[in-house]
C-alpha cells in the first residue's frame, strides 16, 4: 500500500467487514482512533485490536468526544444512510461506507445530498470499480481501442441479491457507458415482484429477489443487458466496433480486435497470477488476515481522493444509481415487464437486501456467529 498519511479514523460498525477495512486503512498509514458497535463483545475486541482505542454503543456520542478525519462505515444497510447524514453534518474530511447505501431512493437522495451540498467525498463499498485496472480499461475504451462502444453484457449480475451483489456489477458496466446517466430500463426479478411470501422482512415484498434479466438504456444511445447466470463468463463484456473488451470478476482481463471477420486476441489487462486469489485466509506477520487487493485498491483510490481534492472512483451516487437500476427492474416486472423511466418519480421505492446486509449479522445470525466472523480476522494473541 502506499505511503503514511496522517488520517485519524472513527469506525461505526466493528464487525466483519468494518474490521478488515479498518486494517486496511491502517496498513495505508492512517490511525484508527475510536469504534461504535451496539454489541459491547465485538467492540471490546475491536478496540483491543486496535490498541486500547475509545469505544463507544452510540455514534452520537463517540461525535462529541472524538477528534477524527474520516468516517469508516461498516452498518447495515437499515442504518447507514442515517449515519452517513450525520458523519456530513461533521465537516469530516471523508466518508467510506458499504453497499447498498440504502433501502429507499428518498434515504439515498438525502445522503448523498448531505455530502454533495459540503463538499464531503463519500466512497461507498470495497468494489471492483477501484481497480487501476479498470479505469486502464476505460481509458483505452474512451480512446478508441475497439472502436465505438455499442453494448454492454453484464454476466451474473448478483443471482438473488441485486442490490448486495448485482450493484458491483453494474457500477463496473456503468463505467464503460462513461457513467452516462441511465434514462430507462426493462427487465424482470426472479421470483414473483408481488409475492407477500417471499422474503421475511418486509411485508409489502421489497424485498430483494434478485434478477432474472435486465436490459438498460443510456442517455448516450449504449445499451446493457444483464445476464442472471454465472456461466463461462462472469464479468463485464464491452462490444465495440472494431472490437471486444471482457473483465471478469476473478480480475481478468482481455481485449480483442476485429480482423477482418475475426477477433484477434491482442492483450491482457491484469497480471497474472493475481495475488486477489491467494490472499484470503493468509496472515501476515502481526497475526492480521491480509487484506484482499479488491479491498486495498478501494481504501488506496478513496485515499489518493482525499489527498488531491479529486473525486472518489466509487462513490454514494454511483451506489444510489445502481439501487434505482435495480428497483427500477422491479417495477417494470410489476407493471408487466414494460419499459420504465429513470429517474422514478416515486422516491419512497426501496429495495430491502438479505437479512444479514439490512439488519447485520449479530441481529440476523446471532451474536455466536457474529463474533466468530470478527474473531478469524486476526490469529489469537494476548492483548495487554
Known amino acids: 500500500m502506499t505511503a503514511a498519511r496522517e488520517y485519524r ?22 490511525r484508527v482512533v475510536s469504534g461504535v458497535n451496539r454489541g459491547q463483545e465485538g467492540l471490546d475486541l475491536f478496540c483491543r485490536r486496535f490498541g486500547g482505542i475509545p469505544g463507544y454503543n452510540d455514534y452520537r456520542k463517540m ?15 437499515d442504518v447507514n444512510a442515517e449515519v452517513v ?22 434515504a439515498a437522495d438525502r445522503a448523498v445530498a448531505a455530502c454533495a451540498s459540503r463538499g464531503i467525498p463519500w466512497s461507498a463499498g470495497d468494489m471492483f470499480r477501484n481497480a487501476p485496472e479498470l479505469w486502464e480499461a476505460r481509458r483505452r475504451v474512451e480512446a478508441g481501442e475497439i472502436g465505438e462502444v455499442q453494448s454492454i453484457n453484464i454476466y451474473g ?11 458491483r456489477q453494474l457500477s463496473d458496466g456503468f463505467m464503460f457507458a462513461s457513467d452516462t446517466d441511465v434514462d430507462w430500463v426493462v427487465g424482470a426479478v426472479d421470483g414473483d415482484p408481488a409475492d407477500r411470501e417471499l422474503g421475511h422482512i418486509d411485508q409489502h415484498s421489497d424485498n430483494d429477489q434478485g434478477v432474472a ?15 442472471r447466470n454465472i456461466a463461462a463468463r462472469n464479468g463485464i463484456e464491452v462490444l465495440g466496433s472494431d472490437g471486444v473488451l471482457y473483465i471478469g470478476q476473478s480480475r481478468v482481463g482481455k481485449i480483442w480486435h ?16 493475481d495475488p486477489a486469489q491467494v490472499a484470503l485466509q493468509e496472515y501476515d506477520e502481526e497475526g492480521w488476515e491480509i487484506p484482499r487487493t479488491r479491498m486495498t485498491d478501494s481504501v488506496d483510490a478513496f485515499l489518493e481522493a482525499i489527498d488531491g481534492g479529486t473525486p472518489v472512483k466509487c462513490s454514494g451516487a454511483d451506489m444510489r444509481k445502481a439501487l434505482e437500476v435495480v428497483i427500477a427492474i422491479r417495477e417494470s416486472h410489476r407493471r408487466g415487464i414494460v419499459k420504465v423511466d429513470l429517474p422514478l418519480e416515486d422516491r419512497s421505492l426501496g429495495l430491502v437486501p438479505s437479512a444479514r446486509r439490512y439488519i447485520g449479522r449479530r441481529a440476523s445470525e446471532g451474536t455466536e456467529a457474529f463474533l466468530a466472523s470478527i474473531e478469524k480476522h486476526q490469529q489469537e494473541k494476548e492483548y495487554p
Do not use: W, Y
Open 157 to 167: 449480475c448478483g443471482g438473488n441479491q441485486m442490490s448486495g451483489q448485482g450493484c
Open 63 to 77: 461525535m462529541t468526544e472524538v477528534e477524527f478525519d474520516i468516517a469508516l462505515l461498516g452498518l447495515p444497510v
Open 213 to 227: 434479466f435486465g436490459i438498460l438504456g443510456f442517455a448516450n444511445g449504449i445499451t446493457a443487458h444483464l445476464h
Open 9 to 30: 479514523i472513527a469506525v461505526i460498525g466493528c464487525g466483519s467487514h468494518g474490521t478488515r477495512l479498518a486494517r486496511a486503512f491502517e496498513l495505508a498509514g492512517c
Open 85 to 106: 447524514e450525520a458523519c456530513a453534518k461533521e465537516g469530516i474530511r471523508g466518508i467510506f461506507s458499504e453497499k447498498p447505501v440504502a433501502v429507499t431512493l428518498a
Open 258 to 273: 476485429r480482423r477482418g471477420k475475426e477477433l484477434e486476441l491482442t492483450g491482457s489487462l491484469f497480471p497474472c497470477p
